[in-house]
């Protein structure tokens, strides 16, 4: 992970911060959070991600489902008022904490 904090200009320990349940050394294909430019992320959750696998999903019965606040859920993910959730869409989670 040192080379992606050099890179991007963070740290590992901000990348460890945001990502909820970061399985390390990481593997091929691993899909990891990186505060790009910054290292204090202690306003912001940790995320997890998600893949919408289904039509017709709302933001309100994902939130429901992964037990989030759905207005967190549009902040962190840029979603607007009535906009649809499309199958294929990748989603931050927020989570209160980490599993660290």
């Excluded at 945001?18 to 959070?33: E, G, R």
């Excluded at 910054?38 to 933001?59: A, I």
Aim: charged share 20%.
């Amino acid at each position: 992970m040192d080379q992606y904090a050099e890179k991007y200009h963070t740290s590992v320990e901000a990348i460890q911060a945001v990502n909820y349940n970061l399985k390390t050394p990481l593997w091929i294909d691993s899909l990891v959070i990186i505060p790009v430019g910054f290292t204090d992320v202690s306003n912001l959750p940790s995320f997890e991600t998600y893949v919408v696998t289904e039509t017709g999903r709302t933001v309100e019965s994902l939130a429901q489902e992964l037990g989030v606040d759905p207005r967190n859920l549009k902040y962190y993910n840029a979603i607007g008022e009535g906009e649809a959730l499309q199958v294929g869409d990748w989603l931050l989670i927020p989570r209160a904490g980490s599993s660290q």
